[in-house]
């Protein structure tokens, strides 16, 4: 597939309802969409990067940069035969995984339609539908956060993540589980603990939790290792995942019983399922993450949770709690079973609303 043109866009899309975690506040998401032509095909990718550096290292800044300095004349007027040939060309790039990984979508997108087969069976996924639940950011007040679960579970979602923050854990988690003893639920805290200050969270184990993720620092799996050991609740690693090469240390060390699998932190689809085939053998459950993704990003995240490891329900809701306008022409919707199903057209199943493109866009690059 001979890559003769390139665009980067740009994009700023407002959210439904602001989302706060323990780095911050947004009212909006920024992110960029790659599309690559090759051949008479269009393929599309998202960067998940956000706008500020709170969840990672990277930013729609940085990856711009990456993207544009670095991994594009890579692979400009190159034929790129799958996403194992494009991540061979970029392998000299330390880093930089959502920057990687928005073009390898794209070029996963491009190998589908090139073969008319969707993503899901490239990947080998089986299931028509995946289950899904919501992730719930942090409220101004508690009875604000029963609300917000209250309105949800109208919407029909079957689990809860609750993202917390020291000062906002207990409390806030007590009420949800006092408010409805049988729910799934599940915290996040981004990173916002030490082993130290975790003490606070010690009463989060009573609380019949399927798992708490992220609680230390990004950078240490070691100390994930050392909380596990006080909890009988499985700690779930998210930031910390990086690679393949992380998960099977991770499960080693055992600092991460469930693990969260993003295609945008490990550098693309292809290491997630390296990352989810690892979890299989080592029988450690796996669920689906999310980045507040566009129509794109969604639409390759329902893919991949559709193979058989993604035990627990994803981070993947339905396009209308994330926007109310969104770039694809399609949106997904929630089944009655707190599930979505998964795209079958050929490659990432999409169509882009270019009406919709032009109207987040920021700024444009093309190649
Ligand atoms: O930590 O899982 C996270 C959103 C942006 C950045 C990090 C995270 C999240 C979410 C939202 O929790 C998941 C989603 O619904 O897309
Ligand atoms: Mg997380």
């Not at 995984?97 to 969707?118: C, F, N, P, R, T």
């Not at 007590?174 to 603990?193: C, G, H, I, M, T």
Request: glycine share 8%; net charge negative.
């Amino acid at each position: 597939m001979k890559i003769e043109k390139i665009t980067l866009t740009h994009l700023k899309m407002p959210l439904v309802s602001h989302f706060e975690t323990s780095f911050g506040r947004i009212y909006a998401r920024d992110s960029i969409l790659i599309t690559l032509y090759a051949e008479g095909i269009i393929g599309y990718g998202e960067c998940v990067a956000d706008r500020d550096p709170g969840y990672a290292y990277e930013t729609t800044g940085t990856a711009w940069h990456i993207l544009k300095d670095f991994i594009l004349p890579s692979i400009h007027g190159k034929d790129i035969k799958d996403p194992a040939d494009f991540r061979a060309r970029v392998a000299n790039i330390k880093g930089h995984e959502m920057a990687k990984a928005g073009v390898e979508m794209a070029v996963w997108d491009l190998l589908g339609k090139k073969e008319q087969k969707s993503l899901q069976s490239l990947f080998g996924g089986g299931k028509p539908k995946v289950a899904v639940g919501v992730s719930v950011g942090l409220q101004d007040t508690p009875a604000d956060l029963l609300k917000v679960i209250e309105d949800y579970l109208a919407d029909g979602y079957g689990r809860v993540k609750l993202k917390i923050k020291p000062g906002r854990d207990v409390g806030d988690v007590s009420a949800a589980r006092e408010a409805y003893p049988d729910l799934k639920l599940q915290v996040d805290a981004n990173s916002a603990y030490t082993l130290e200050s975790a003490k606070a969270i010690q009463p989060l184990d009573d609380l019949d939790l399927l798992l708490i993720e992220q609680p230390l620092a990004e950078d240490d799996l070691w100390d994930h290792h050392l909380l596990q050991k006080k909890f009988k609740t499985p700690l779930c690693l998210d930031e910390s995942i990086i690679s393949v090469r992380h998960a099977r240390q991770a499960i080693e060390m055992d600092a991460s019983r469930i693990i969260n699998i993003k295609a945008g932190r490990v550098g693309g689809l292809s290491e997630a399922l390296a990352i989810h085939d690892l979890c299989y053998t080592a029988n450690v459950p796996v669920w689906c993450g999310g980045m507040l993704e566009t129509g794109v990003g969604r639409a390759a995240n329902l893919a991949l949770a559709s193979l058989k490891n993604f035990a627990l329900p994803g981070d993947i809701s339905a396009t209308d709690r994330y926007y109310a306008q969104d770039i694809t022409n399609e949106r997904f919707s929630l089944n009655s079973d707190s599930t979505i199903n998964v795209p079958t057209a050929p490659g990432l199943g999409i169509t882009i609303d270019e009406k919709a493109v032009k109207k987040f866009n920021l700024k444009k690059y093309t190649l």
